[in-house]
């Protein structure tokens, strides 16, 4: 079956613009998550959505940061102003439903700021 | 916030042995899970623990949820040349963290064929 999808998969852009990152989860699954993972790191929490309730973004690094997420599936990551420090493969996942379930990872999208 | 502190950072093995890494935390977690992840790709779960003391295998990898709940370790077993990868432990602590996964920061596995 389909798995979680994130696109584009890679994604350059100049220092000061703005970048949205997509990510479709697997159908069905009502909990969505996105991480960062720097260069040679573990992955970092950013946000989570868990149905129809308020999303928990304590994990968002700056105010420059937001998501959402559209009819209970798709969701955007958006990156304002980027900054060198942005850069970093930023990973989307999907679970059934919220708490401690396994969570299903897509392939990430690799963002460059230069 | 939480950490996991993961070892070894790296290993190098030949083709065949054995390998054992682990996670800890200065803090209790309610479930632990053990990713691989492939250049360029996300990370795809092997096993997941639910239960202090729990043992759970999964084909030639073993894990266990470690009786404190304050770790955890992964074996596996007879390596081959695709066990190449990064392997992650993560948890989840319960209380305000619902939800959220805590990674470690990875081992690096190489095998020499």
């Known amino acids: 079956g389909a798995g979680v999808s994130q696109s584009p998969s890679n994604k350059v852009t100049e220092k000061g613009k703005d970048v949205e990152l997509r990510c479709d989860p697997i159908?069905?699954?009502?909990?969505l998550y996105w991480y960062r993972q720097s260069l040679g790191q573990g992955l970092e929490f950013l946000i989570y959505?868990?149905?129809?309730?308020?999303?928990?973004k304590s994990g968002l690094p700056s105010d420059r940061f937001s998501a959402e997420r559209t009819g209970g599936s798709v969701s955007t990551l958006t990156i304002q102003r980027t900054q060198q420090e942005d850069s970093a493969v930023y990973l989307c996942?999907?679970?059934?439903?919220?708490?401690?379930?396994?969570?299903?990872f897509g392939p990430g999208t690799r963002l460059t700021v230069l | 916030g939480q950490q996991l502190n993961q070892s070894p950072q790296s290993m190098f093995i030949q083709e065949g042995e054995d390998v054992s890494m682990n996670c800890t935390s200065s803090?209790?977690?309610?479930?632990w899970l053990w990713y691989k992840q492939d250049p360029g790709e996300g990370p795809v779960l092997l096993i997941a623990?639910?239960?202090?003391?729990e043992l759970t295998s999964n084909g030639r990898l073993t894990a266990q949820f470690g009786i404190t709940r304050k770790d955890s370790f992964l074996n596996i077993s007879a390596s081959i040349p695709s066990d190449v990868g990064i392997y992650f432990c993560?948890?989840?602590?319960?209380?305000?963290?619902?939800?959220?996964?805590?990674f470690g920061q990875g081992t690096i596995l190489t095998v020499h064929p």
């Open positions: 803090s209790i977690f309610n479930t």
């Open positions: 996942a999907s679970s059934p439903s919220r708490g401690y379930n396994e969570q299903f």
């Open positions: 959505f868990q149905g129809n309730s308020a999303p928990d």
């Open positions: 159908s069905g699954h009502t909990a």
């Open positions: 623990l639910y239960k202090a003391g």
């Open positions: 993560a948890g989840f602590a319960g209380g305000t963290s619902y939800g959220k996964l805590t």
